[in-house]
């Protein structure tokens, strides 16, 4: 039973540190930013979302437990939320 119990605490660490995670830089209409930020933290696998200044008015961090779950995310979810006119995606590939 204990031997049970190390292994699922490994493999859950080992599904934490190899879930996909993306940074989102997002491009929003004049005057939507703040709208389309509160659409987004009410939408599942965001972890972050922050306004920013530069060429992005929004980046979100997103991790999801395999790479469609990102991709859907993006494509069905945050594509459809009026304001949004552009979406870069950066996935990581490590710490």
């Known amino acids: 039973m204990r031997q049970n119990r190390i292994a699922r605490l490994v493999n859950s660490r080992r599904r934490d540190h190899l879930a996909p995670r993306a940074y989102i830089l997002i ?40 790479l469609p779950d990102i991709g859907d995310l993006i494509t069905d979810g945050m ?12 996935l990581s590939v490590g710490s």
Request: with cysteine; net charge negative; hydrophobic share 45%.
């Open 79 to 90: 594509h459809r939320v009026p304001g949004i006119v552009k979406t870069v995606t950066c």
């Open 27 to 66: 491009e929003t209409a004049v005057g939507k930013t703040n709208e389309v930020a509160d659409a987004l933290k009410n939408m599942p696998l965001m972890k972050a979302v922050d306004t920013v200044t530069g060429p992005f008015d929004i980046i979100a961090i997103a991790e999801a437990d395999d």
